[in-house]
């Protein structure tokens, strides 16, 4: 079954996968490719694709992809996740990192459809950098809308009020 968490989850390994090889900035320590967290972040026991240290400044650089919103209609289900890429620069053109982060996701998306041979990306893609940015941190984010199946009924069933369902 094509859920949203399923696809947050294989959005996860997609992202970790294509921006594997990007050396970005850190405030401390050795520059590293960004960490990829679902949803947000948190201060829940280490796991895997988890920066180790809860602390905003000792995540980043990290991706969050974050389940948006999801609408059935009587053709398809669809589900939005937005992915955020979060970088550290204290250089004027550090605004190009996170850039660099979606435009590694964006290929990767558009190259590997459907995801996981069960989630159909709906065109377009937006992607977005808003003009405050919380300096040195550097912010941007895409939007994607997914395909995603609906469960089928098969057979009729009685319902918990005692009628018979289509």
Not at 97 to 124: G, N
């Amino acid at each position: 079954m094509s859920t949203p968490l399923i696809l947050v989850d294989e959005l996860c390994k997609l992202i970790t996968d294509a921006t594997a090889e990007l050396v970005l900035e850190k405030k401390a320590g050795e520059p590293r490719p960004p960490s990829v967290v679902p949803g947000f972040l948190d201060d829940d026991e280490p796991r895997p694709g988890k920066p180790p240290d809860d602390e905003f400044e000792k995540a980043v650089p990290f991706v969050l992809v974050r389940f948006l919103n999801g609408e059935d209609n009587q053709q398809a289900g669809t589900a939005t996740v937005r992915l955020i890429a979060t970088t550290y620069s204290k250089h004027g053109q550090g605004w190009r990192d996170p850039l660099e982060v979606l435009e590694r996701i964006r290929q990767a998306i558009l190259t590997h459809r459907p995801l996981a041979q069960q989630f159909d990306l709906q065109l377009p893609i937006k992607w977005e950098m808003p003009e405050e940015q919380p300096w040195p941190y550097w912010i941007a984010w895409m939007t994607t809308t997914w395909a995603i199946g609906r469960p089928i009924l098969t057979e009729w069933e009685e319902s918990m009020y005692g009628e018979i369902c289509p």
